[in-house]
């Protein structure tokens, strides 16, 4: 009986910001497995993603459908506990007080940090641009 195929390389996981971010990553040709929906929130990526296996990369973006959640800091720590990769990236959404907790968590773990501030958006919740 055949071994199962190796997880993808990278996992996105998050809210609509990842389902954009998974799409800029496939048009440069980075094939990531996607653990992320429209409108998601933490509580439910907490719920929902149990996947422990190792991947070299992983993306995070999370807190644009929680910012005024009591929880989202609790959340996103026990996700980011149950992430296992060499290297991972935050995705800090426009909300600046949830932008505040996905910056510290990323500094906390070593992680990378992707402020999307710095890139233009029309509603205030998306970039103009994923790439």
Known sequence: MPLPP????CIVIGDSIAVGTAGALASEGLRCEVHARVGASSAEMLRTFTDGALRERAVIALGSNDAGNP????????????????????????APAAARISAAIA??????????????SRDGIHPVSYL
């Open 71 to 94: 929880n989202l800091l609790r959340n996103l720590v026990a996700l980011r506990q149950r992430v296992r990769a060499a290297r991972v990236t935050w995705v800090t959404p426009y």
């Open 107 to 120: 500094r906390s773990f070593g992680d990378e940090i992707v402020h999307l501030t710095a890139i233009d």
């Open 6 to 9: 190796p997880p993808p390389a």
